[in-house]
Structures are given as structure tokens and as C-alpha cells.
């Protein structure tokens, strides 16, 4: 028995094998995943788009600093009737215009402070993308290790459903010949019924796993690559969780939106108090008009050119106390936007905390893992030798599949979960780059 199991396992991993080699040709790697959904995934695109917006929004806000030049043209045809007549004098008359002006803001300090917010949403919707990008980063990390894990499971479940049917061959050989009760051999009918039931429920999970990425990525069908063997998982560096958290606490996405907008509610309550203070204009024109028909004062055919240069300064003296309101509305949003980027940063910093801590003691589970299989392993093997001695029931054997099997399914789960967490903590830490994902994979 103990050679049939020996050689089951071996035939399962050269069928393993096998299985992956024949789809490594057409597999994508996890970089290719990434590539792909960023030109699929609709959030990470709206953030590009909006980033481009606010570019542009930017460019905007420094119109009010530059001059503003405008063309005025036109005709008219004037009637005037003069009684009595006066000899010369025409009573009707056409006319054509034409002028250019321009206007250069001298004083304008709520026009600067509007540049600047617009240079501070640019920043601020930069942010906004970086934060879009790490999490599509996770997402894709996250559906790709899933369908792994998931393969994983019904690879083991349909290794554990050959070794449930070899002990039930067994269990009714040994019965046949009087070896063994009945009992044996439904036990074994019991547990490859069960073992059947689990082969549906990971087949299913596994379709569902792979839809869920082939809807992010935007591509069917999918075949990620598999972790290369034997699996060495990526140390965490630095091992110590003050850096990460301080880390969190200034670049994380979330916390540079939040000073931003409190930069921006800063810029907003200076842009409030300019409303007392008086603007200056250089202003600029330059004209001509033409009389074909001549006017009343002048009885015959001219044309003026007319030009004026000169400083517009308006001063506001009193606006029914919208300004001081004004004032107190942007010192109350102001407040706001402290307290926001107080909450952000308290937030990031456990998200930090929790991620550091959740890939340690996902570390260690991978660790013990490692050891209850190569434990289990054994147990399974000394089972079925004992099950040949007599010394040992054949639900013992079963038992010990079972224990080997989930031990093997958890230990691929638990691989995984380090290497998600490992990325989900570097976007808590506001750290996850595309070269993590090259390293990754």
C-alpha cells in the first residue's frame, strides 16, 4: 500500500508537471496581467483622464496673470434730420469702426492665489492617480494569486480523490478475501464521495476565480504563470514597522490628498481676505473710425485714429459684509481639511501596522506549514503501513490523506497571502511601484 501511495504521488506530480509546462507557452506572467489592465481597468483610466483635466485646469488658472486682448469692429448707417437745413451739413452719414484692446493685470492678488490652487490640484489629482495605480496594482496581484491558489486547490482535491480511490481498491480487495470488514470499504466509498464534492466546488471556484480576472484585465482566456519552484518568498525589508509607518504618515496617496486640500483651503482663506484689498489694470486701446459720408462737425469725408494707454485701480469699500463671511467659511473649511489629514494619517498608519504584522504572521504560518506537511507526509505514510500490519483501521488512512492534502492546500493559500500582503503593504505605505511587480515576478 505504502508503494501504491508513493507511486500515485509521484504520478500526480509528473502530471503537475506536465500540465504546466504545456500551458507555460501561452501563460502571461503577472507584469503582463498589470500592462494589460492598465489599458482595460475604467478607474485607473478616469484617474488618467482626470489627471490630464486638472493639467489643463492649471493651465487655465494662469490665465489671470497674462493680458487679454480683444478686436471690436463695425457699421452703421446714422439719419439726422436738421431743421432748418444748413447748407454742406449732411443729414445722413455711414460710418465703420474698428479697435483693439488690451488689458494687463498689474495688482490682482486673488488671481495669483488662483494659480497656485491650480497648480496645487494638479498635484493634487497626481495623487489621486498614484492611488488608482497601487490599488489596481493589488487588484490584479489579487485575482492573479487567486486563480493560482485555485488551481492549487483542485489539483490537490483530484491527487487526493486518485489516493481515496486507490485505498478504496484496496480496502475491497482486503474484502474480497476476507482480510477486511465491509466497514472498510464504505468508509472509503464515504470519503471519495466527499472527495467528489470538493472536486465541484473547487472546478467552480476556479472558473469563478479566472472570470474575475479576465474582467479586470479585459482578455480571455487567461493562463497565469505559476510560482517558479521551489517557492522562496521575498523578505520584507525593513523588518522593523517604525519605518513603514512613517512611511504611511507622508507618502501614502490618501495623506497627500489630504495636505493638498489643506494646502488648497489654506490658498482659499488668502484668496477670501484679497477681497478688501484694490486691484490695478493697464489698460490699452487703439482705434479708427471712418466717415465716408462725413459728420455733422465735420461736412466731409475723414477718418480718426484714436489711441489711450492708461491704469485702471478699483478699490472696494464696502460689499454688505460678504467678505468677513467669506473669511469665516474658508477658516471653518480650513479646520476641516486639518482634521481630514489628521484622520488620514492616523488611518494610514494602522493600515500600515496591520499589513506589517498581518505578512509577519503570515510568514510564520508559511513556516509551520512547510513543517505539518512534511509531518503529515510522514503520519501518512506510518498510517498506511500500519493499516498493512493490522495495527492501524482503514478511516486512519483516510483521516491522514485528508490531513495531508489540507495541510498542502493551506500551505499554497498561506504563500500566497505573504506575497498579496507583502504588496499591500507597501500601498499602505504609500511604496508600490511597477519594479515591485517586476520583482515580484
Request: hydrophobic share 40%; proline share 4%; glycine share 6%.
Amino acid at each position: 500500500m505504502l508503494r501504491n501511495f508513493r507511486h500515485t504521488f509521484t504520478h500526480w506530480a509528473a502530471w503537475t508537471a506536465m500540465g504546466l509546462c504545456a500551458t507555460q507557452a501561452g501563460a502571461q506572467n503577472l507584469v503582463e496581467m498589470v500592462e494589460l489592465a492598465q489599458g482595460f481597468d475604467a478607474p485607473w483610466r478616469a484617474s488618467r483622464a482626470a489627471l490630464d483635466a486638472a493639467e489643463h485646469k492649471g493651465a487655465q488658472a494662469k490665465s489671470g496673470l497674462l493680458p487679454t486682448v480683444g478686436a471690436q469692429a463695425g457699421a452703421s448707417y446714422t439719419r439726422t434730420e436738421i431743421h432748418p437745413d444748413i447748407p454742406g451739413v449732411q443729414g445722413s452719414a455711414h460710418q465703420q469702426s474698428a479697435a483693439l484692446q488690451g488689458t494687463q493685470p498689474l495688482y490682482r492678488p486673488a488671481n495669483v492665489i488662483t494659480y497656485r490652487q491650480g497648480q496645487r490640484n494638479v498635484e493634487l489629482a497626481r495623487a489621486q492617480l498614484d492611488g488608482a495605480t497601487q490599488d489596481l496594482l493589488v487588484r490584479v496581484s489579487q485575482a492573479y494569486f487567486d486563480v493560482l491558489a485555485a488551481q492549487d486547490t483542485l489539483t490537490t482535491v483530484q491527487a487526493q480523490k486518485r489516493a481515496v480511490q486507490e485505498q478504496l481498491e484496496f480496502a475491497q480487495r482486503n474484502f474480497d478475501i476476507g482480510a477486511a470488514t465491509i466497514t472498510d470499504t464504505r468508509e472509503a466509498h464515504a470519503r471519495h464521495d466527499l472527495v467528489d464534492a470538493q472536486e465541484i466546488a473547487a472546478t467552480n471556484d476556479l472558473q469563478v476565480k479566472r472570470l474575475a480576472l479576465e474582467q479586470l484585465v479585459g482578455r480571455t482566456p487567461l493562463q497565469p504563470q505559476p510560482l517558479a519552484q521551489p517557492v522562496q518568498l521575498p523578505t520584507v525589508l525593513p523588518a522593523h514597522v517604525t519605518p513603514w509607518v512613517e512611511w504611511a504618515e507622508v507618502d501614502q496617496p490618501l495623506v497627500r490628498q489630504a495636505r493638498l486640500a489643506l494646502d488648497m483651503a489654506e490658498l482659499e482663506t488668502r484668496k477670501a481676505e484679497t477681497g478688501h484689498l484694490p486691484t490695478v489694470d493697464l489698460q490699452a486701446s487703439y482705434g479708427v473710425q471712418r466717415n465716408p459720408d462725413g459728420t455733422t462737425t465735420i461736412p466731409i469725408k475723414n477718418r480718426i485714429h484714436q489711441g489711450q494707454v492708461g491704469v485702471t485701480m478699483n478699490v472696494p469699500l464696502f460689499a454688505g459684509f460678504a467678505v468677513q463671511n467669506r473669511v469665516k467659511e474658508t477658516l471653518s473649511l480650513e479646520e476641516k481639511s486639518r482634521a481630514d489629514l489628521d484622520n488620514a494619517r492616523r488611518q494610514s498608519a494602522q493600515a500600515a501596522r496591520q499589513a506589517f504584522f498581518g505578512v509577519q504572521s503570515g510568514t510564520g504560518q508559511v513556516k509551520a506549514l512547510e513543517a505539518a506537511v512534511a509531518s503529515s507526509q510522514s503520519a501518512l505514510e506510518a498510517n498506511q503501513l500500519g493499516y498493512q500490519v493490522g495495527v492501524r483501521i482503514n478511516v486512519d488512512v483516510l483521516n491522514a490523506q485528508s490531513q495531508l492534502y489540507q495541510a498542502q492546500r493551506d500551505l499554497a493559500q498561506a504563500r500566497y497571502n505573504v506575497l498579496v500582503g507583502q504588496l499591500k503593504l507597501r500601498q499602505a505605505a504609500g511604496q508600490l511601484q511597477m519594479q515591485d511587480i517586476h520583482s515580484l515576478n
